[in-house]
T-cell receptor, first 111, second 115 residues
Framework: GIQVEQSPPDLILQEGANSTLRCNFS?????LQWFHQNPWGQLINLFY???GTKQNGRLSATTVATERYSLLYISSSQTTDSGVYFC?????????????FGTGTLLAVQP | DAGVIQSPRHEVTEMGQEVTLRCKPI?????LFWYRQTMMRGLELLIY????????DSGMPEDRFSAKMPNASFSTLKIQPSEPRDSAVYFC?????????????FGDGTRLSIL
């Protein structure tokens, strides 16, 4: 099956710093989404981004489908950004709804 | 707008008991998903429905698990009989659009502990 690898596995930042999280996938995909799981366990959808670039406030994401990776940028990080960031993909040619999740990047932002 | 609503938030029960988890998707969404999250296996898709019809249940662990969606606003995930290895956080999610080209929105989850 498709492999979804995220890096780094964990990251510690000082408030105000920028960071880039990466998601590599081993097969062509027709769906890619980024999620944030906060310390209370809630999963929040950040981006639906099978290709191209999107921005939402301090967050932006870029997916280069032909090279099988996606990047999530966090600028001017805040303590509320702490949590686990997941990338999830669906295999091209398969069911677009069937998301496979990566193992996540654990982010801790210190004041 | 109300998000995906799951109940109960927490469930603690003894091995062998029947467990029923409930989900109300976002109004207007026609796809509904059940996921399970554990430390060992991460987030796994168990089953998903499109227009109330089960499309893919290949992630359902075994016959002890069953899911239904009797109408567009309600779904259940049932475990009978429950076992300690079923302990996990179970999430329900929903999305609009028939072809998966919409974001999935998650409920707050049900934390299930089987003693």
């Amino acid at each position: 099956g498709i492999q979804v690898e995220q890096s780094p596995p964990d990251l510690i930042l000082q408030e105000g710093a920028n960071s880039t999280l990466r998601c590599n996938f081993s097969d062509s995909v027709n769906n890619l989404q980024w999620f944030h799981q906060n310390p209370w366990g809630q999963l929040i959808n950040l981006f639906y981004i099978p290709s191209g670039t999107k921005q939402n406030g301090r967050l932006s994401a870029t997916t280069v489908a032909t090279e099988r990776y996606s990047l999530l940028y966090i600028s001017s990080s805040q303590t509320t950004d702490s949590g686990v960031y997941f990338c999830a993909v669906a295999i091209y040619g398969g069911a677009t709804n069937k998301l496979i999740f990566g193992t996540g990047t654990l982010l801790a932002v210190q004041p | 707008d109300a998000g995906v609503i799951q109940s109960p938030r927490h469930e603690v029960t003894e091995m062998g008991q029947e467990v029923t988890l409930r989900c109300k998707p976002i109004s207007g969404h026609n796809s509904l998903f059940w996921y399970r999250q554990t430390m060992m296996r991460g987030l796994e898709l168990l089953i998903y429905f499109n227009n109330n019809v089960p499309i893919d249940d290949s992630g359902m662990p075994e016959d002890r698990f069953s899911a239904k969606m009797p109408n567009a606003s309600f779904s259940t995930l049932k475990i009978q009989p429950s076992e300690p290895r079923d302990s996990a956080v179970y999430f329900c999610a929903s999305s609009g659009g028939q072809w998966g080209n919409q974001p999935q929105h998650f409920g707050d989850g049900t934390r299930l502990s089987i003693l």
